[in-house]
């Protein structure tokens, strides 16, 4: 539940960033939503095994909290960057 709450409304707002900087190619630039989100999900499954079977689990709880902590850089910055352009 948590992540379908903290998580729902990104594709929405990644969409409405797309269309934003797209300007006149808005279309080509939402062409790329779905191809980054399957990009992701398999990169993710590659990392994710490989670190297991070198690491072991724990080093998944490291590597997320990283990841975390940049997404949350990136959206502070992103959000900044697309405040104006609205």
């Given at each position: ?74 959206t502070v ?10």
């Open positions: 539940m948590l992540w379908g709450l903290t998580f729902g409304g990104a594709a929405p707002q990644l969409q409405s960033a797309l269309t934003i900087a797209g300007g006149t190619e808005s279309d080509l630039a939402n062409a790329f939503l779905p191809v980054a989100f399957n990009l992701a999900i398999s990169a993710a499954g590659l990392v994710g095994a490989l670190l297991i079977a070198v690491s072991g689990g724990l080093v998944l709880a490291v590597s997320m909290a990283v990841l975390g902590a940049l997404a949350l850089v990136v910055v992103g959000r900044q960057t697309f405040a104006g352009r609205a």
